[in-house]
């Protein structure tokens, strides 16, 4: 009986074997299962060999953190940039401004209250309006008069609310002036100075049209938190204002504040029925336009750019991923020679590359709240460090800086940062799956 000798194996045989195994269907284990998790989690942590890869990886997740941060902080900004522009601008001017076309507005009680019929009016407040030098002992400047009744001006809850000095009781018999802090200090003065205004709307002479000089005593002031209204604007009674200005009995035109801004439009067309033709009418949108949509193209196209702050971080994680996947080619290969499948390798760097994003996105949104609930601190602080003084509320126009975070757009952001980190971990994740484990395993 002759005996079988063994069989010369020839080079390259075994990973033809190799290779017929893996074509072979392996038994699929269920999606996600517990060894997917334990080997992304390990991947995730750093060794000595491998801690260049763990250093790319702290990098995606600080990129992927704070381009989300600053979109948070930014969109809040913006947001209570334009609600506190918007409520201040609102405060102080009406809604819907009604106009006498033609002839002076002298029947402005009548009217007034022809508007106050109107469901959802608050107040029309008559008004006269005009622009003056205003001077004291040591300085001398720009305002606007803002003539009105003290009724008006009481119904006016940004100036009423938020007199600092003096007081608006009796504003109508004081002959007095009500003026902002602001021009209270640039002019040098303080409650019951006197001040100067100048018109150059006078008195006609043989020599032409003399200016109309007036001293008024200071009789209050406020602060509304709006630069450009605390160092312009200054309050007058009506009657003095019709003196002043030379309106004898009439009006420039009467503003109206009504329950619901957004709605103005309805409100306009029911106060134009209730008035006749004769007036024309105008609301706060079509007179703010431009500025309100300024500010709408501001806040599109920062949130255009720093949305590519959170896309730069995902491509990040893509080349992350990509050396990651390069650097454990040969674990992969030795999982797929043990029967892992190739939608098991693929989940596991899935898992991995979302890990970065999931988490880093999350950390995002935590540190973007914390800094916007204590932005006025953190701006002190900057400003204290930097010797700077930061956001000039002659620039600005605010004298705070607010942050108003949106539940709806803050939600959107956490989702666009999360679908991008998962979005990124795909393409590195098939790469891992299709990785051939003959050609990985061939040099080592």
């Known amino acids: 009986m002759t005996k079988s000798r063994p069989q010369k194996v020839r080079q390259g045989e075994i990973g033809e074997h190799m290779a017929v195994g893996l074509d072979k269907p392996a038994k699929e284990t269920m999606p996600f299962a517990p060894f997917e998790w334990m080997l992304a989690f390990r991947y995730l942590r750093a060794r000595r060999k491998e801690g260049f890869i763990s250093v790319i990886a702290g990098f995606s997740f600080v990129g992927i953190m704070l381009g989300v941060a600053t979109l948070i902080i930014v969109m809040a900004v913006m947001n209570g940039f334009r609600a506190d522009l918007f409520s201040k601008i609102l405060g102080l001017n009406g809604h819907v401004v009604v106009l006498k076309i033609g002839e002076p507005f002298k029947d402005y009680d009548n009217v007034a209250k022809q508007i106050t019929q109107v469901r959802g009016v608050q107040h029309a407040v008559p008004l006269i309006e005009g622009q003056v030098m205003v001077s004291s002992r040591v300085q001398a400047t720009g305002g606007l008069v803002r003539g009105m009744s003290e009724e008006g001006i009481q119904s006016l809850n940004l100036v009423a609310d938020n007199v600092q000095f003096g007081s608006l009781e009796g504003f109508d018999e ?59 604007i200054i309050f007058m009674p009506l009657s003095e204002a019709q003196k002043f200005f030379g309106k004898r009995d009439a009006v420039d035109y009467i503003e109206v504040m009504v329950d619901d801004p957004e709605q103005v439009g309805a409100y306009q067309a029911a106060i134009k029925g209730e008035i006749g033709r004769t007036f024309q009418t105008t609301d706060w949108q079509q007179r703010n336009q431009t500025f309100f949509n300024v500010l709408n193209v501001e806040r599109l196209v920062m949130f255009i750019i720093l949305s590519l702050i959170i896309l730069v971080a995902a491509l990040n994680i893509i080349s992350g991923m990509m050396m990651l996947v390069k650097d454990k080619s040969r674990d992969i290969a030795i999982l797929r020679t043990m029967g892992a499948s190739r939608g098991a390798v693929m989940r596991v760097f899935l898992i991995t590359g979302a890990a970065i994003g999931v988490v880093g996105t999350l950390a995002g949104f935590v540190l973007g709240v914390v800094f916007c609930w204590n932005i006025d601190i953190i701006k002190e602080f900057v400003a204290w460090v930097t010797n700077t003084q930061l956001f000039d509320p002659s620039i600005y126009y605010l004298t705070k800086l607010p942050a108003e975070i949106d539940p709806y757009e803050t939600a959107w952001i956490v989702a666009m940062g999360l679908g991008l980190s998962i979005l990124a971990t795909i393409y590195p994740s098939w790469r891992a799956s299709t990785l051939d484990p003959v050609e990985a395993l061939r040099y080592e």
Do not use: C, Q, W
């Not at 303080?190 to 020599?207: C, E, H, K, Q, Y």
């Open 174 to 232: 004081s002959r007095g002036v009500a003026v902002g802090t602001r021009l209270a200090n640039a002019l040098g003065v303080s409650l019951n100075d006197t001040l100067t205004l100048v018109s150059p709307r006078g008195a006609t002479t043989p020599f032409g049209t003399a200016p109309r000089t007036k001293s008024y005593p200071i009789t209050a002031i406020f602060e509304m938190g709006m630069s450009e209204y605390d160092r312009t």
